[in-house]
């Protein structure tokens, strides 16, 4: 559903993204896994339409059957439109909204009501804790709980691929596993997840297929129990 051919990202002079390929099935979870500044996060944003600085191509075919239309250029207000949608990196909620109106947010392009009341069931479901603070202030929620809130407003344009740029991050023990089961959940829902994660090990147990990224290029892929098993990967990524 979704191809990335030969990406590069430059930043100046910091060459992010050096001829990246990665292909992405429709139903699968895709996991790009690596270190602080290997490059992962400005591989979503060019997928994203948020970086400008990049060359090679990025091809993507909404439905099963329609001719791929490439991604290189477009704008990031297109990108919602096209089917896909980002929870992005640090957990960028409206901290004077409430839950509610902050998923409501994630809708912001659909007209249908009733599909919405649909959706925002859908996403209490997923996160009883989002529903137990429907009328609470974004800010007032823990850090995981706008983890969560992020991720849900990212499901709400009823996406069919959906981007998760460290969804783990900072959370304690006990909320990343849930957070793990969610994006399974999500998965076998019918969406597609592109996850991006430093915890390699929860990522590449969730993902069907793994790249690992080391400073812009990716140096390993293959299906994530497969680079679970792999001695290189157990050295680099999971404490030996
Ligand atoms: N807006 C930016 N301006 C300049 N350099 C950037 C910018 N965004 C990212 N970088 C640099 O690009 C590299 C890759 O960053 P990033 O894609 O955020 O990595 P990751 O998400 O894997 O931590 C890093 O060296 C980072 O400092
Ligand atoms: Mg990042």
Known sequence: MLEIRNLDVR????HAVQG???????GSIVTLVGANGAGKSSIIRSIAGLNKTVSGDILFTRNEGEAPMSLMGHKPEDMVRHGISLSPEG???????????????GAYIRSDREGIRED?????????????RLWQKGGTLSGGEQQMLAVGRALMSRPTMV??????????????????RIIRRINEIGMTVLLVEQNAYAALNVAHYAYILEVGRVVLEGPGQELLENPKVKEAYLGG
């Not at 930043?11 to 910091?14: Q, S």
């Not at 957990?91 to 947010?105: A, D, Q, S």
């Not at 991050?169 to 596993?177: K, Y």
């Open 20 to 26: 990246v390929n990665i292909s992405i099935r429709r």
């Open 163 to 180: 981007m998760l740029d460290e969804p783990s991050l900072g959370l304690a023990p006990l909320l990343v596993q849930e957070i793990f």
């Open 11 to 14: 930043y100046g002079g910091i």
């Open 120 to 132: 925002l069931e859908k996403v209490y479901d997923l996160f009883p804790r989002l529903r137990e």
């Open 91 to 105: 957990r960028r909620i409206l901290p004077h909204l409430t839950v509610e109106e902050n998923l409501r947010l």
